[in-house]
């Protein structure tokens, strides 16, 4: 792939993966917000769901409660440590056991080496631990799954699949008593946050249809996305398909010889697809969807 492509791609991801520099004007983002899905989930989420929180806030953090400890999947950044651990704390005097990595990225992981400090057990996939590692990135997890795994704690299981559609080692987590998906950034909602994927880590967007594709085939009535609010069976459907239909068009375009730039416009034009960290995808699809 050229470089540029990984230039821009650079670019973007730091963007989305928890840069640690906002721009200067930026103004601080609003605290997260804790939202119960079920008596035993809860979510903490960013209020307003557009890329400028990210950086500050990390992505979505899910809390699984139990009467033995506390399954938390995904550790928002380094600088939120303190607000999650509260916010986990008003749900449960019981310490988080495992936090499960849905993937590499720093608004998901970045947090991770303050919880093994607390004695936190962190869990990903082979694929995610490796891309940490490739990086130097700190809380590489002490247990490192492939394939399919699963942790009971309490009388609950949580399942765990490795998927590759944002990264080469994206974990989707199965909550089956509460019928509940956590999908990270495979699903990321709504418009204000573009899908995207990081071909640095490994990840496509041929890929990322044949995973959502397979948490389609998933028990579950709610799904929790990497960012933005939860979504209902249907809603993950309909993202699927426009995810897909993004995807075919892209590469549609590209086999009649458009440049990039109208590959962009008609993406805008036609899924309000393609600004922000979207546009910078663009030429990595271009390489990929012939």
Do not use: C
Request: proline residues 5%; hydrophobic residues 40%.
């Amino acid at each position: 792939m050229p470089k540029m492509v990984f230039a821009v791609e650079a670019l973007m991801v730091a963007v989305l993966a928890g840069a640690q520099t906002p721009a200067p004007a930026q103004a601080p983002a609003p605290p997260p917000t804790l939202v119960k899905v079920r008596d035993d989930v809860a979510v903490i989420q960013n209020v307003n769901h557009v890329v400028a929180e990210i950086g500050q806030n990390g992505g979505n953090a899910t809390v699984v409660v139990t009467n033995e400890g506390v399954i938390l999947i995904d550790t928002k950044n380094d600088r939120m440590h303190d607000d999650l651990m509260a916010k986990v704390k008003s749900l449960t005097n019981q310490p988080i056991k495992y936090a499960v990595l849905t993937h590499n990225h720093a608004d998901h992981s970045g947090g991770a080496a303050k919880l093994q400090a607390e004695g936190t057990t962190i869990v990903a996939s082979v694929g995610t631990r490796e891309n940490m590692l490739r990086a130097n990135q700190p809380g590489a997890p002490q247990v490192a799954y492939s394939g399919y795994s699963e942790i009971a704690l309490g009388g609950k299981v949580v399942q765990l699949r490795e998927l590759r559609g944002h990264t080469r080692g994206d974990t989707v987590v199965l909550i089956p008593s509460a019928r509940v998906a956590v999908a990270g950034d495979l699903v990321t909602t709504p418009d204000t946050i573009p899908t995207i994927v990081n071909y640095g880590d490994g990840g496509s967007w041929t890929d990322l249809g044949r995973a959502l594709d397979e948490v389609a085939t998933l028990d579950f009535d709610t799904l929790i996305a990497g960012h933005g609010p939860a979504l209902s069976r249907a809603e993950f459907l309909k993202y699927r398909d426009r995810i897909a239909a993004i995807r075919e068009r892209a590469r549609a375009l590209n086999r009649e010889r458009k440049t990039q730039d109208e590959i962009t416009r008609t993406l805008l034009e036609e899924f309000n697809w393609g600004t922000g960290p979207g546009a910078g995808n663009v030429a990595g699809m271009l390489q990929e969807l012939r």
